[in-house]
């Protein structure tokens, strides 16, 4: 009967010590490729999770060091229209910041703006709006006030081409 009490304790330390072993850290759950790989399929199958990680990311130098760097990832990213507009339009902040940065390239690079510009004078809203602050602002000629033509291009004046 000792024998049988004494291998019960012996059986119920080693459950009790198992279960009360420390819980694995942070870094050492993510060495182990299969269960980090597991952890980024949970995070990217969850729109929460998901929106909670762009947080991050978008808060991290080194994440968005790391994004404009993979250009794979931009590239598809910039190709798939919707999804940019529908970014755009949740998050202002950083449309503007798009913006800004497409505006400064353009001041840089002249091929750049004239390809923008060329652009912006194929979409009928656009010419359409650019037409009607060119005449609120006085910056077009009556001859130019007389209608943009689709045909027409747009040159940079910013880098002395001036506008056709």
């Known amino acids: 009967m000792k024998t049988l009490q004494f291998i019960c304790i012996i059986i119920l330390l080693a459950i009790i010590s198992g279960c009360t072993s420390q819980a694995q850290s942070t870094g050492e759950i993510l060495k182990n490729d299969e269960q980090r790989q597991e952890i980024m399929t949970a995070i990217s199958n969850d729109d929460k999770m998901m929106d909670e990680m762009m947080g991050h990311m978008m808060k991290s130098?080194?994440?968005m060091q790391m994004m404009e760097g993979h250009q794979g990832m931009m590239g598809r990213?910039?190709?798939n229209?919707?999804?940019m507009?529908?970014?755009m339009a949740k998050d202002t902040v950083m449309a503007s910041r798009m913006m800004n940065d497409m505006m400064a390239m353009m001041e840089k690079d002249s091929t750049m703006c004239n390809m923008m510009g060329g652009?912006?004078?194929e979409n009928e809203?656009?010419?359409n709006m650019m037409q009607n602050m060119g005449k609120a602002d006085g910056m077009m000629s009556q001859k130019q006030q007389g209608g943009m033509k689709k045909e027409q291009s747009l040159t940079c004046s910013m880098h002395g081409n001036g506008n056709q």
Request: hydrophobic content about 55%; glycine content about 0%; proline content about 0%.
């Open 119 to 121: 652009i912006m004078m």
């Open 77 to 79: 990213m910039m190709s």
């Open 81 to 83: 229209r919707q999804m």
């Open 61 to 63: 130098d080194h994440a």
């Open 85 to 87: 507009m529908n970014m």
């Open 125 to 127: 809203h656009m010419r």
